[in-house]
């Protein structure tokens, strides 16, 4: 299957603590996203990498939050000092370059006690 | 006001019929507009993709964007259960970011 893969799929975790999410875009895709989802919402932007640089980054990517994509291949999201309200399903979707389509991961669903 | 509006539902309708669904949006800029569909406690999943106004047919799955009236719709013909799921429109206007902006999604239920 060559599509987008996250790991993990749930994460429990208490309040406090850190957290980190990988994501493993299509190869051949040079851009990858991450979404953050709640429920009955769709998906907000957090971030965005044109191979390894981070573009872009929205205004609810506190300081707690870090993405890295190193060599342009796969990406990590860490969240620390978790909060009750980080709890939410994390999406990742990759896209070619032009960005016109995006195809996302299974998600990480995140519940922090 | 969110830049892409989406009524939430549930939408349920029978067996074979049609489907409309429907998003507006806010910001002339957009050019990308996307449908995806979600299953439960899955990720979504791309349905549909145009750019600027006019129609797009793919099997059962229409897409009409009215960059006039700022008004997009899906419409799914001869509905099966299998359809039941949540559609979230999306549109950008910049392919420099690709940055999604997504409505809060529709819930539909095609009952048998």
């Known amino acids: 299957d060559t599509g987008v893969s996250q790991d993990p799929r749930h994460k429990i975790t208490k309040r406090g603590q850190n957290v980190t999410f990988r994501c493993d875009p299509i190869?051949?895709?040079?851009?990858l996203y991450w979404y953050r989802q709640t429920l009955g919402q769709g998906p907000e932007f957090l971030t965005y990498f044109q191979n390894e640089a981070q573009l872009e980054k929205s205004r609810l990517l506190s300081d707690r939050f870090s993405a890295e994509r190193p060599k342009g291949s796969f990406s990590t999201l860490e969240i620390q000092r978790t909060e009750q309200g980080d709890s939410a399903m994390y999406l990742c979707?990759?896209?070619?370059?032009?960005?016109?389509?995006?195809?996302f991961g299974p998600g990480t669903r995140l519940l922090v006690l | 006001q969110k830049e892409v509006e989406q009524d939430p539902g549930p939408l349920s309708v029978p067996e074979g019929a049609i489907v409309s669904l429907n998003c507006t949006y806010s910001n002339s800029a957009f050019q990308y507009f996307m449908w995806y569909r979600q299953y439960s406690r899955k990720g979504p999943e791309l349905l549909m993709y145009t750019y600027s106004s006019g129609n797009k047919e793919d099997g059962r799955f229409t897409a009409q964007v009215d960059k006039s009236s700022k008004y997009i719709s899906l419409f799914i013909r001869d509905s099966q259960p299998s359809d039941s799921a949540t559609y979230l429109c999306?549109?950008?206007?910049?392919?420099?970011?690709?940055?999604?902006?997504f409505g809060q999604g529709t819930t539909l239920q095609v009952k048998p």
């Open positions: 190869s051949e895709h040079n851009r």
């Open positions: 979707a990759s896209g070619p370059t032009g960005g016109e389509t995006q195809y």
């Open positions: 999306a549109s950008y206007g910049s392919s420099n970011t690709g940055k999604l902006i």
